[in-house]
């Protein structure tokens, strides 16, 4: 018995494919961690190649603002020249 | 397992949400987030359970009870830090996840979504009520803050606060529902986190590059049991680092003085995960445009699903948007650092300039990748 909600996206529903060929090894079959060093770590230094510009600009911009009103706002803490002129 | 996985309903169930679910191949670390916030709810229920045995929630008692019940009672210390910073990673772990979501267009999944951000809502309201229950300074004056932005409420708003309250100021009364609803809402997340994986495994996870996968999917299990566990290793590495070694890091030191109703503290500030929301809060120079700002914070999360549709589901080949995303982060970020900082200047105006832009965001992305779209 096949209560309605389990009639959704399982393995033998997923999708129709036709002309297509796929062949695969068993994981059985197969080396587990192959490439994972010699291939992987060149992969690190590509991905952060490729985001690089889209994550670092907005980054720095947002470390400027920072840096800018911390500065401000220890500059306003600080007696201004000429503040207190008028007590003179 | 297999064959009684034939006739027992439980079982079937269990076997098609975490051993046999058919899952993208390539779904990355971002995809980690959701089985981490598994880990950090059962973490805090069962936690909260344990500390909840030596509490008493009581004005005169609990600030007292929870640091005597460090000492005396065995290994409480460690279940303390435990939910304390535990609360940290629940949100770390929330944020990311969401951020994930507006990153790869997740919310196409409205109903996902939805219930997702309902369960945002009542993790932010458990956080909150739980910081309460300790009784410092910062407990007593973060619920009064809090509790009072309810008084904006037009005709209706004094009358709503001393029904929260249970009297005229946060007292006894308000400690005891607290701790009552604190208690009660994480099983509420709970059955909401099986609806939300109830409406996703109707049509299974999406992946990064945004296209259908039901042409090449695996078996859940052993493939993302295992990368799940990794994703639990190094997530609670550093939960357990805290806990060890930095407990307070997090913490407010005003937590450690008892509340007292007669002496404000300086700087009153929540815990960091709700500071984008105060600072968004506090640059709306009006009493209800401020609260109004803070539930709209949140809220807008639930107007993602109708933001217009691109193309390409995600980000990912949209690289306006990308740099708009990451703008929003550091946005994120400068909001949380503006919330922790008193209101004097420059910091009021900032907040002001990123309060607008951080909903200016939503308001930009749809057009924005839109117009990359039709141009190409």
């Known amino acids: 018995m096949r209560p309605s909600f389990l009639l959704r996206k399982e393995f033998g529903n997923l999708a129709v494919i036709r002309g297509t060929v796929k062949y695969h090894l068993s994981p059985l079959e197969q080396r587990a961690f192959a490439g994972a060093i010699s291939q992987g770590v060149p992969n690190i230094f590509w991905r952060f190649r490729q985001s690089f510009f889209y994550v670092v600009p907005p980054m720095l911009l947002s470390y400027l603002v920072y840096y800018t009103a911390e500065m401000e706002h220890d500059r306003l803490q600080r007696k201004q020249p000429g503040q207190f002129d008028h007590e003179k | 397992m297999y064959k009684a996985s034939r006739f027992s309903p439980l079982a079937s169930v269990i076997r098609h949400t975490v051993i046999t679910l058919p899952t993208p191949v390539n779904i990355s670390t971002w995809w980690n987030f959701g089985s981490l916030l598994g880990v950090c709810l059962a973490t805090q229920i069962f936690s909260g359970l344990v500390l909840s045995l ?49 990153y790869y267009s997740s919310y196409v999944f409205k109903e996902v979504w939805s219930v997702g951000v309902v369960i945002l809502l009542l993790v932010m309201a458990s956080a909150f009520l739980g910081y309460v229950l300790p009784w410092g300074q910062m407990s007593f004056w973060g619920a009064t803050v809090i509790t009072s932005l309810f008084s904006a409420l037009p005709i209706i708003g004094s009358d709503v606060v001393i029904w929260l309250w249970g009297g005229f100021s946060v007292d006894n009364a308000t400690l005891t529902r607290f701790f009552g609803i604190h208690f009660l809402l994480p099983f509420t997340v709970a059955g909401l986190a099986g609806l939300h994986l109830f409406f996703l495994h109707d049509q299974g996870s999406s992946n990064p590059l945004g296209v259908s996968s039901d042409f090449n999917k695996v078996v859940f299990h052993h493939y993302y049991v295992l990368k799940d566990l990794v994703g639990v290793c190094f997530f609670v590495g550093p939960l357990l680092g805290l806990v060890y070694f930095y407990p307070w890091l997090l913490g407010d030191p005003e937590n450690f003085i008892e509340g007292n109703p007669l002496v404000t503290p300086h700087h009153i500030q929540p815990e960091w995960y709700f500071l984008f929301a105060y600072a968004i809060l506090r640059a709306v120079p009006n009493k209800l445009g401020g609260v109004v700002a803070l539930a709209a914070a949140v809220l807008i999360l639930f107007y993602m699903p109708f933001s217009p549709k691109t193309s390409i589901k995600g980000l990912s080949f949209y690289p306006w948007g990308k740099v708009l995303f990451f703008s929003l982060i550091g946005v994120f970020i400068l909001l949380t650092w503006a919330g922790s900082k008193p209101v004097e200047e420059p910091y009021v105006v900032v907040s002001q300039v990123l309060s607008f832009l951080y909903f200016f965001y939503f308001l930009l992305i749809g057009p924005l990748t839109r117009i990359q779209d039709k141009l190409l």
């Not at chain 2, 509490?55 to 929870?66: E, G, I, K, N, Q």
């Not at chain 2, 009672?73 to 990311?96: D, E, K, M, Q, T």
Request: aromatic fraction near 26%; hydrophobic fraction near 50%; proline fraction near 0%.
């Open chain 2, 54 to 102: 030596h509490f008493t929630a009581h004005t005169d008692l609990s600030f007292y009870v929870v640091i005597q019940s460090f000492g005396d009672v065995y290994y409480n210390w460690w279940f303390r830090a435990l939910h304390a910073n535990g609360a940290s990673f629940f949100f770390i772990g929330l944020y990311l996840h969401i951020a994930r979501g507006m």
